[in-house]
């Protein structure tokens, strides 16, 4: 069974960064993309950034030039480095990996930006 740890959520000051990382646990095979969405109290789930087999990347529009998402193959692992956080990006952070037959959905990191 495939389960998604992630980590690196929590409470950062404006202008801080954070961390987040998401790692797939158990048998996963064929993943072509990894990514990590965001989703605010009364809104739909939205992209943030995305990263495809080939190392292509997507990002949402408001995160462009501020999010960095990359991955490591070998661990299963996709990673996004948030910079420059401002208060509205404070939310739960979901991340996704997505194979040829199914899509894993981890619980989700809550990312606070506050004073």
């Known amino acids: 069974q495939v389960q998604l740890v992630e980590s690196g959520g929590g409470l950062v000051q404006p202008g801080g960064s954070l961390r987040l990382s998401c790692s797939a646990s158990?048998?996963?095979?064929?993943?072509?993309?990894m990514g990590w969405y965001r989703q605010a109290p009364g809104k739909q789930r939205e992209l943030v950034a995305a990263?495809?087999?080939?190392?292509?990347?997507n990002y949402g529009d408001s995160m462009k030039g501020r999010f960095t998402i990359s991955k490591d193959n070998p661990k299963n692992t996709a990673y996004l480095q948030m910079n420059s956080l401002k208060p509205e990006y404070t939310t739960v952070y979901y991340c996704e990996i997505a194979t040829l037959t199914h899509d894993y959905w981890g619980p989700g990191p809550q990312a606070t930006v506050s004073p």
């Open positions: 158990g048998s996963i095979f064929s993943i072509y993309a």
């Open positions: 990263i495809a087999s080939d190392g292509s990347t």
